[in-house]
C-alpha cells in the first residue's frame, strides 16, 4: 500500500465521554487535537499519540452489547523505565512501554486471533505488510502484534463498546480499497466521502476486525 502517514490510528467507542477524555488526557497524557462530528449522535474526540491519533468516539445514545472485539489491548512508547499498565474507564487495556519495548517506538496494537496462519496471511499477503518477525507486522512505524490464539467471537456492529478499528492512511481510498479486495480481502463498507475532509472505507480481517482505509485531504493534499 501507498501510505499518506508512517503511523496507524486507533478507535474505540464509549458512552462515557468525560471519563473517557480525563483518563486519556490527564493519565495517559495525549494531547488533545480536535474534535470531529459523526453524525448519528457520534461525536469523535481526536487526540494525538507518538505520530498516530487515538479517535475516542462518544456515542450519545447507548451503544449496542457487543463480544469485544480482536484488539485486547494498546501499546504507547515513551521515555520510562518499566511498563505502566493501566485501564481505561470502560476496562480497555493501554500499556506505556519504553521505547524499543517488543520493537515498540510509537505505538502496537495487541491482537488475539482465531487462527495465526490465517492471520499472516492477510496481514503479509491482503494488506501487504512487512512482518519483521512471526505475528508481528509493520504499517509505518506502528506494530500490530498477535499476542494470542484464541475464541474471538465475529461482530459486525462496529460502533460497540472498546476498541473496534485501526486506520491506515492511503494516498487512494479507491484504489486501495479495490486492491485489498482483489487479493482477497472482506469488504466491511464501501467507499464513501465525509465533506471535504475524508474518503474511507473499511476491510475486515479473518477474525473480523474493521480496518478503516482513509484517505484524510489535510495528509494528501488532493481532492477527494
Request: aromatic share 6%; proline share 5%; net charge negative.
Amino acid at each position: 500500500m501507498k501510505l499518506a502517514k508512517d503511523h496507524i490510528d486507533i478507535g474505540l467507542f464509549s458512552n462515557r465521554r468525560d471519563a473517557q477524555l480525563a483518563f486519556w488526557q490527564d493519565e495517559v497524557g495525549l494531547p488533545y487535537d480536535h474534535l470531529g462530528k459523526l453524525g448519528g449522535g457520534m461525536q469523535q474526540h481526536r487526540h494525538h499519540m507518538n505520530g498516530s491519533i487515538l479517535k475516542m468516539n462518544h456515542a450519545r445514545d447507548p451503544l449496542p452489547a457487543a463480544p469485544p472485539s480482536a484488539i485486547t489491548e494498546l501499546l504507547i512508547a515513551r521515555d520510562i523505565d518499566r511498563p505502566h499498565h493501566l485501564l481505561d474507564p470502560d476496562g480497555n487495556r493501554v500499556t506505556l512501554v519504553h521505547k524499543g519495548c517488543e520493537g515498540v517506538t510509537g505505538i502496537g496494537v495487541v491482537l488475539r486471533v482465531n487462527d495465526r496462519a490465517a492471520t499472516d496471511h492477510f496481514y503479509r499477503h491482503v494488506m501487504q505488510l512487512e512482518s519483521p518477525r512471526d505475528g508481528v507486522y509493520r504499517c509505518g512505524d506502528s506494530l500490530l502484534i498477535v499476542a494470542a490464539q484464541g475464541k474471538v467471537e465475529r461482530c459486525d456492529e462496529w460502533r460497540a463498546p472498546g476498541y473496534r478499528y485501526f486506520t491506515v492512511q492511503v494516498w487512494d481510498c479507491l484504489a486501495e480499497h479495490q486492491a485489498i479486495l482483489d487479493r482477497g480481502g472482506t469488504e466491511g463498507r464501501a467507499p464513501i466521502v465525509l465533506g471535504d475532509t475524508v474518503r474511507y472505507s473499511f476491510v475486515r480481517d479473518p477474525d473480523g476486525t474493521f480496518i478503516e482505509i482513509s484517505q484524510r485531504a489535510s495528509l494528501t493534499g488532493g481532492q477527494l
